[in-house]
């Protein structure tokens, strides 16, 4: 029979190897099957997954730039059949140029979807108030995450998503304003050549985007992290995911806030 201390190295070893299962196909831009109906993890045990293979990017040198929630609008909860407000980690290697040209080879079946992402100021590193969040940050930008699941065919249960890092592949954030005080009902439109593929309302974001800064930092402090100053928070999702594909250019437009745009190559 397995100890305990027997057990702990059994469940760290498979861990690290489910780490690195969804790594590799992060990188080599391979499918994978949904892990977790097999392996049987936990939530919690989804994130230590999470948080392995964040540290073989950052074994390769990526450096951390901030976080991401995910599942924070009703529509996204819809969309891909998940109901609980899930986070990320972002790293340099996601950040992809404000107006550039974004190579889809990069991503094996990419979405993207309107966001806000906002700067912090100051270092988080307890749980903020929705009314102390303000004073935590410089900035906030129109912004556009690509979501890239590297589970076949985006689908994923809770656990799944999670270990995958919330299917987190590319950001690309717009020029910052500093005021952050009024941001519960802006129009989102995001274009595909000029024409409308999802509209909606900053409001669809937990009813003011400024509620994701008071996850993230409830989300940080619970896992025992410190945001920096000057770390990235990416608000999550106004509307569903648009699939992309070669040749478009992409853009969002948040009321008050400006545009951001790519092309996808
Ligand atoms: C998971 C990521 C969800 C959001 O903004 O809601 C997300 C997915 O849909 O693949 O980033």
């Known amino acids: 029979m397995l100890r305990g201390a027997d057990w702990q190295g059994v469940r760290a070893s498979l861990i690290a190897e489910l780490a690195a299962t969804l790594d590799d196909a992060a990188r080599l831009r391979r499918e994978t099957d949904p892990l977790a109906p097999v392996h049987g993890f936990t939530l919690e045990q989804a994130y230590e997954i999470q948080r392995a293979s964040i540290a073989l990017r950052h074994g390769r040198g990526e450096k951390p730039v901030g976080v991401k929630l995910g599942f ?3 529509a996204k909860m819809v969309q891909m059949g998940v109901d609980s407000l899930i986070w990320g980690l972002l790293t340099d290697a996601m950040l992809y140029e404000e107006g550039a040209t974004v190579p889809l080879d990069h991503f094996i079946h990419p979405r993207v979807e309107p966001e806000l992402c906002f700067l912090t100021s100051r270092p988080i590193d ?25 589970f076949r065919n985006f689908k994923f249960n809770l656990e799944d998503v999670v270990a995958d890092n919330c299917s987190s592949a590319g950001v690309v954030v717009g ?26 309302s900053t409001g669809a974001i937990l009813g003011n985007p400024l509620r994701s800064v008071v996850q993230a930092s409830r989300l940080a402090s619970a896992a025992g992290l410190t945001l920096p100053a000057g770390s990235l928070i990416m608000a999550g999702a106004a509307t569903a995911a648009e699939a992309l594909a070669p040749g478009l250019h992409v853009s969002v437009d948040i009321g008050g806030l400006g545009r951001a745009e790519f092309t996808t190559g």
Do not use: Q
Request: proline letters at 7%; aromatic letters at 6%.
């Open 126 to 150: 307890r749980p903020l108030t929705l009314l102390e969040a303000a004073g935590y940050l410089a900035g906030v930008a129109p912004a556009m995450e690509i979501i890239d699941s590297r």
């Open 72 to 74: 924070t609008s009703r």
């Open 175 to 200: 020029e910052f304003s500093p005021d952050v005080g009024d941001l519960a009902n802006r129009g989102v439109t995001m274009r595909f050549n000029g024409r409308p593929v999802a509209m909606g």
